[in-house]
């Protein structure tokens, strides 16, 4: 990207995530050059919208809020010797399928009933990133949604869970990335 920037991402508190793993392949992949992940520990099913658009949006500007008001030390002001700028990024994602909005699994019996519905037909990953400049307050948020056709899949299969693509995965990079310039060029103006 030729940024420097200090970036805070939210991670999800659930068990069936593995975060490190995404850290570290966001720091790979965008050239973070700080992160920080902190969990915003909202109640998610306590926002409810009708659209998916409508809901991940919600949900990820919720996020961010929350975050905001619980900051960690440090994690705020990243490298306060360096004029990078500090984003918090938070997204949301769920997927819809035969008109039903499905959002994260709670457990590992209803990701293999998602699994199942999924066979044979086509559903929509929606996902929603909100770029925060903690700095400024300036936000930049946007919408990627992924189509996914399923083939038949195989009951054998749906025991195993295979990664995806980032746009599947919930945090969409080519969209972080956009939103990412889109924020350090209006701190320019």
């Known amino acids: 990207m030729g940024y420097e920037f200090t970036a805070m991402v939210e991670c999800h508190c659930r068990p069936l995530i593995k975060f490190p793993d995404l850290c570290c392949v966001l720091t790979d992949e ?4 700080f ?7 909202i109640d998610e099913e306590a926002i409810r919208r ?7 949006q919600a949900l990820a ?3 961010a809020d929350a975050i905001k008001l619980n900051l960690r030390d440090g994690c705020a002001d990243g490298d306060s010797s360096s004029d990078r700028p500090t984003f918090l990024i938070t997204s949301d ?8 909005i499905r959002e994260r699994p709670r457990s590992a019996d209803e990701a293999r009933e ?5 066979s044979g037909d086509r559903a929509f ?13 300036v936000r930049k948020g946007g919408w990627d949604i992924a189509e996914i056709d399923f083939h038949h899949i195989p009951d054998e299969f749906v025991e195993e869970v295979v990664g995806t693509a ?3 995965r919930g945090l969409p990079r080519e969209l972080m990335e956009k939103l990412i310039r889109e924020s350090i060029e209006a701190m320019s103006y």
């Open 30 to 33: 965008v050239a973070i050059w």
């Open 35 to 41: 992160l920080c992940c902190q969990c915003a520990d």
């Open 50 to 56: 009708e659209k998916p658009e409508e809901l991940v």
């Open 61 to 63: 500007e919720a996020k």
């Open 93 to 100: 994602q769920v997927k819809v399928s035969k008109g039903m």
């Open 114 to 118: 998602f699994i199942k519905a999924y």
């Open 125 to 137: 990953a929606v996902n929603y990133v909100l770029v925060t400049n903690l700095s400024t307050g």
């Open 166 to 168: 980032d746009s599947v």
